[in-house]
């Protein structure tokens, strides 16, 4: 399970997919990815999705050390 191993850094799954019902997200997120985004992809989406883990990871990567 990635999300247990402490001295590695994080790295969020995140599925791409063209699959945009809420039981398609639901699954993705029970069969362990992290986040989801949806195609037609929309930079706006995209930035906002990258930038929340990035900020995410960064600050259990912080906590880690």
Known sequence: DHHKVSWQPY???IA???????SDAER???EGFDD???????KAILEHTLSSWMAKTQDKDA???
């Open 36 to 42: 989801y985004i949806t195609k037609p992809v929309k």
């Open 11 to 13: 790295v969020p799954i």
């Open 63 to 65: 906590q880690a050390i």
């Open 28 to 30: 993705f997120i029970e």
């Open 16 to 22: 791409f997919t063209a699959h945009a019902l809420q």
